[in-house]
């Protein structure tokens, strides 16, 4: 006979999601980790950061195509089709397994969406992400004027933070660039 105390509580989806985070924070890295991300997908598929916390821990198995894979699965499933974190994310993957072409058509789409995101609510992720995509697709010029296209339309304490992440951006050579884009993932820095 079951005992219902014996039996674990009940957890929801963002609670397996929240306790992941955690122990992703702590360094930890293993496939239990994607055990309890499957289980929160399980209960509900619409929560992004289970994604980008797999691909992330995947990554950092080394298991690069699964990562692909799971991105391509959850595309062909309409799951994400207009969230740039993971559009990025999936074109990392790409990147990763050395498909460029592929990579950079996930980074373009990536980078429309967070444009056509910033005009209808200007605000520091989507000019954030605007520039790091351009300044990986377009290179420091185009990043410049970017900048200067968008910026008037933040906050003075929103503009001191975009200037430094351009300045940042606009520091680094195109290599170190691509380097940390793909730590992101690898790191899970974001």
């Known amino acids: 006979m079951c005992s219902c105390a014996a039996r674990p509580p009940h957890l929801s989806a963002r609670q397996l999601s929240d306790s992941v985070a955690v122990l992703l924070s702590q360094g930890r890295c293993d496939s239990s980790l994607i055990n309890l991300l499957d289980k929160s997908i399980a209960i509900d598929a619409n929560i992004p950061t289970n994604y980008s916390m797999k691909a ?4 950092r198995m080394g298991q690069f195509q699964e990562a692909l894979n799971m991105f391509q699965a959850i595309e062909r499933e309409r799951i994400y089709s207009d969230e740039p974190t993971l559009i990025i994310q999936h074109g990392i993957q790409f990147a990763l397994t050395k498909d460029t072409i592929q990579a950079r058509r996930k980074w373009e789409r990536a980078l429309s969406i967070h444009h056509k995101e910033y005009l209808k609510t200007p605000n520091v992720y989507h000019l954030s992400g605007m520039l790091a995509l351009t300044r990986i697709l377009k290179g420091k ?3 410049q004027q ?3 296209s968008h910026k008037a339309n933040l906050s003075k304490e929103d503009q001191v933070l975009i200037e430094r ?3 940042v951006l606009l520091r ?3 290599k170190e660039v691509m380097s940390s884009f793909l730590n992101m993932v690898l790191w899970g820095q974001r």
């Open 141 to 143: 010029t185009a990043t």
């Open 165 to 167: 992440t351009a300045d």
């Open 172 to 174: 680094n050579t195109d």
């Open 146 to 148: 970017c900048l200067q």
């Open 56 to 59: 992330t821990i995947l990554s």
